[in-house]
């Protein structure tokens, strides 16, 4: 499948009080035509950041260090029709990469509501924002296609179009926001933990609609989160990150059976299932590394029960060790070994 976004070194950095963070550091992948990518990892791993940076919305305190992401846009045929740099784009530009092109739903979304504004309102100003569907049936269309979007999150139009945000409860914002990112009709959709703040049920409901919305709508997705259960539901192919680097990615069956990093291992065995046995459980001992002073060699070391001299000297690249699957790891064909000392 032909990509749609290939970044290639990202390189980003916070300036912090105590020095540098290296948040991102020298990330390469694809986001395929059409396909969903899951990017997991512990908290503080970079995951956000990654998002902010495809989307050129990080704070003023960071900086891109180095890098490169290109977006290709596909006709609706699915010819190839135009490349981009994104990293180059300037203000009409990139506001309209950032909405037409590829929409990004917040980590903190359910606040991203004005609240003093209706539901309508928020659909109206964006597209004003974006020129969307000008001309003199702009009002109609545009109400046509906004509540046609809520009715696909599986809201009812009817009681959410006028509206405010807190006559809505949590579920239903994130999906008018949902559908809101969808207006313009992106190719690419960047969704960073879009249930955390939720209650099971509501995660369960806004996991079908996405689940829904990708088989009737034509977009590729990032899905950001900690909870791989939540990524192996929805995913085609899924990516660890740690410490501002992918540590593996493939499709999601290969990574979930048959994974070959150490903290890929670690973060699967950690999450509990109907038919696992509690001694079954594994934790991951140690905590992630301070970004300002990042260990020697293999970022990983100091929680690895496998690491040697090799890992503590050199770090590793990703590899191909089959087709489709990465990893970053010098012990990758014994990393089986690990799950004894991960035992709980
Ligand atoms: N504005 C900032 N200034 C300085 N450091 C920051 C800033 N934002 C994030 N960081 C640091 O960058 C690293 C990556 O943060 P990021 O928010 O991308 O992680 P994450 O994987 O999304 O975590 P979580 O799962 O908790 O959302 C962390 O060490 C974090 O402390
Ligand atoms: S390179 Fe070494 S320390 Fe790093 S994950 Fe692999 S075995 Fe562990
Ligand atoms: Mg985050």
Request: charged share 25%; with cysteine; glycine share 6%.
């Amino acid at each position: 499948m032909e990509p749609i976004l290939s970044v290639r070194d990202l390189t980003i950095e916070y300036a912090a009080r105590r020095g540098k963070v290296r948040a991102i550091r020298s990330v390469s992948f694809d986001v395929r035509r059409g396909e969903a990518l899951a990017l997991i990892g512990e908290s503080g791993s970079g995951k956000t950041t990654l998002g902010l940076g495809i989307v050129q919305l990080l704070p003023s305190t960071a900086r891109i260090a180095g890098g490169s992401i290109v977006y290709r846009r596909y006709s609706d045929t699915g010819q190839p029709m135009r490349e981009t740099e994104v990293l180059t784009l300037k203000d009409a530009d990139l506001r309209r990469f950032r909405w037409a092109e590829c929409a990004m739903v917040f980590q903190s979304a359910l606040n991203a509501l004005n609240p003093v504004l209706r539901i309508s309102d928020h659909f109206a100003d964006t597209a004003k924002a974006h020129r969307y569907l000008s001309g003199p049936r702009q009002g109609a269309a545009l109400t046509e296609r906004s509540r046609h979007l809520l009715s696909r999150v599986r809201l009812d139009p009817d009681r959410v179009w006028r509206a405010f945000p807190h006559e809505l409860s949590g579920g239903m914002r994130q999906r008018v926001l949902i559908a809101l990112s969808l207006l313009l009709e992106p190719q690419l959709l960047i969704l960073d933990e879009p249930t955390t703040a939720l209650d099971i049920l509501t995660q369960r409901n806004i996991m079908d609609v996405l689940k829904e919305l990708r088989t009737q709508l034509d977009f590729s997705l990032v899905f950001i989160s900690h909870d791989l259960s939540l990524a192996a539901e929805l995913a085609d192919r899924v990516a660890t990150v740690y410490a501002g680097k992918i540590v593996e990615i493939g499709e999601v069956y290969t990574i979930f059976r048959n994974p070959h990093h150490p903290y890929t291992i670690g973060l699967i065995k950690a999450v509990p299932t109907l038919t696992s046995d509690k001694s079954e459980l594994t934790s991951i001992p140690g905590s992630p590394p301070d970004l300002i002073e990042l260990p020697s060699g293999c970022k990983f070391h100091p929680r690895c029960p496998l690491a040697d001299d090799h890992c503590r000297r050199e770090e590793p690249e990703l590899i191909d060790v089959e087709s489709g699957h990465r990893v970053a790891c010098w012990r990758w064909q014994d990393a089986r070994a690990v799950l004894k000392a991960y035992q709980v």
